[in-house]
Each structure stands twice: as structure tokens, then as C-alpha cells.
């Protein structure tokens, strides 16, 4: 994959300012970008204290405020600044910590719990598979490696199969249950670009993100005997 260096307007100045800036890093790290109305996953590319340029899935527009959520926590707010078809410039309101947020890639790892994958909230009703039991769940919010289920009744641990339209079957592992939320690790994890067009999809067939509502029945899988 071709990655471009960011434009100069990202930063907001000449060859004067480049070299006062601190050090410009070519990544490919998922996050999140949120805003405005909606969220999504994005391919952040490259990355400096003053800016980044990233891949997305939907338009966005030059003047629009974003913030930028990484896997450590960290979240970056700043302004769209310019746009060429779904890659855009971010230039951050404020200077971003370059070196804590490269290292607190591995902040985790040391530690052997490494931070979960960015996770977008959403509202899709879905059929979890374990064994021969078949139970209806809405998707309270997923992720590229699992998400967490809403479901009306108690479930086992362990293998199951998670169901939704317009993507392929999810196997994964049930890791937890707390109430009514329970949540589902993936066995693979699901490829960025297929995960980030599936959440614009959904947001363009009325399935508004960190909202609520009545899902379309078109989007309600059907819990069919035997199937």
C-alpha cells in the first residue's frame, strides 16, 4: 500500500516550520474517528505532533472537527484539512505526545495484555450460534477481534457462531456475560476494510451509530427450526 507524506497545510507552515516540527512517522495503525454525527474505523498512515493523514470509508469534508480515538486511549481532536477522495489530512488543535503514542504500542504487550482493537458503537440485531441453541442479539458495539452482545437470557462460555447481515459468520469464543451484555471474541480477526464498509453501510440503511431505535426487520436475521 502507497503512503504519501502529509501535506504541508496539515501542519500549517513552510520548510521553516517542517524543520522546527518533531519527526514524521509512517504507520498503519487502525483507530477511530468520530464526527461529525457519525463514527467509523479509519487506517491512520502517517503521523507527526502537528497532524496525520488517514484512509476512511465514507466522504468527509475540509473543515469538519474530528476526533481520532488510537488502541491505547489516547484521542486526537482536530480539523479536516484538506481531502482526496478517502484520503484525508487531519491538523490537530492542539501538539500531540508523537513518542508516547508510538510507544504505548507496546506499553501492553510487555505486559502481555495488549491493548484491545478501537471499538465502534452500534445497533444491529444479529443470531449467536452455540451448539444446537440458536439466541437473537443486538450488537452493542464490535470491533475488528470481537464485540459485545445484548441478549435477553443466560448463555455457556466457549464457541460460538455469530451471525450478521452482510457479513460472513463470525466464529469466535463467548468470553464473559454480565447481565443482559455478554461478549464474543473473534477467532480471526475481521479485515479492516470489509469491517469499516460494513459500519457505512449499516449507518446508510438508517442504522444510526450511538443511537437508538427500531432496526429495520430486513435486518433481523430470522431464527428458523433447524437451521
Not at 68 to 86: D, H, M, N, P
Not at 91 to 97: L, N, S
Request: proline share 6%; with cysteine; aromatic share 4%.
Amino acid at each position: 500500500m502507497k503512503c504519501e507524506r502529509i501535506p504541508d497545510s496539515v501542519h500549517g507552515g513552510g520548510a521553516g516550520d517542517r524543520r522546527r516540527e518533531p519527526r514524521q512517522v509512517t504507520i498503519m495503525r487502525v483507530a477511530r474517528i468520530v464526527g461529525p454525527e457519525r463514527q467509523e474505523l479509519c487506517l491512520v498512515r502517517n503521523l507527526s505532533a502537528n497532524g496525520l493523514q488517514a484512509r476512511v470509508y465514507r466522504a468527509r469534508h475540509a473543515g469538519d472537527v474530528v476526533d481520532v480515538e488510537f488502541k491505547c486511549g489516547q484521542i486526537l481532536r482536530g480539523t479536516v484539512a484538506w481531502t482526496r477522495g478517502f484520503i484525508i489530512g487531519v491538523r490537530f488543535h492542539a501538539p500531540a505526545d508523537l513518542e508516547g503514542l508510538l510507544e504505548s504500542r507496546w506499553a501492553g504487550e510487555a505486559m502481555f495484555t495488549p491493548p484491545r482493537p478501537v471499538r465502534v458503537n452500534v445497533h444491529v440485531f444479529g443470531i449467536l450460534r452455540i451448539g444446537a441453541h440458536r439466541h437473537a442479539v443486538r450488537v452493542h458495539d464490535i470491533s475488528q477481534g470481537g464485540a459485545k452482545l445484548a441478549l435477553g437470557e443466560l448463555i455457556e462460555r466457549g464457541p460460538a457462531v455469530l451471525t450478521l447481515p452482510g457479513l460472513p459468520h463470525l466464529q469466535g469464543t463467548i468470553r464473559w456475560q454480565r447481565n443482559e451484555l455478554a461478549g464474543i471474541a473473534f477467532n480471526e480477526p475481521v479485515a479492516v476494510g470489509l469491517l469499516a464498509n460494513w459500519i457505512e453501510e449499516r449507518q446508510s440503511r438508517g442504522l444510526r451509530l450511538c443511537g437508538s431505535g427500531q432496526a429495520p426487520a430486513t435486518d433481523r436475521p430470522a431464527l428458523r427450526a433447524g437451521a
